[in-house]
């Protein structure tokens, strides 16, 4: 199980939402560099990051920061936030990340999901933010009439490398996972899913290791707000 530690940047600054709203936001001190160099130093091996900046823009307004942690802190990386072309993706590729997540723009327009699978072969990731079943965009601002399930098996053979899950109810609020609707998506997905939103304790880390087709866990909030302990969280990574 991978646990991927995360850091959400907005203003050049560590932040958190709930339910994805940016209006609803909680900052932190610690700069992105700062809090990447923790995770480091606790022993962490990959790296969650969201340019909520890029999210809202469609650029890749936090690429230095981005580049910055990969140069200091040799950490596997995948980051996601408003990536919606070639060239963005590229930067990023550039810059040494291992994944680039694909979120709005690919559910938008499929034939950029499955060119940019083709183009980049083994670094592009998928992001499936859901609410109640259906895929929400454009930093969860709009509900897609596209249910999760359906949409995924349309682009299931395209050659994503990596599916990254979100319960939008659950995100922010440390109310453990939701376990159920991941499941239904990891036993039709052709690649590993991370589960993402809602994790509240080192009980969900471990529920998670006995799911199949679960390659890791994303955690946010319950690290900022000091409820898991990175030397406890550090101990069920591998």
Known sequence: MKIFPAIDIKDKKCVRLIKGDFDNKTEYEISPIEQAEKYKNHGFKNLHIVDLDGALTGETVNLNIVEDIVDKF????EVGGGIRNSDSIQKYIDAGVEKVILGSAAIKDKSFLKESCKKFQNQIALGLDAKNGYLSVSGWKESSDQLTLDYLKEVNDYGVS????????????KQSPNFNETMKVAEISNCPIIISGGVSSINDIKKAKDLKNVEGIIVGKAIYDGDIKLEELVKEDA
């Open 74 to 77: 040799n950490l596997k990386i």
């Open 162 to 173: 990596r599916l990254i899950y979100t319960d939008i109810n659950r995100d922010g609020m």
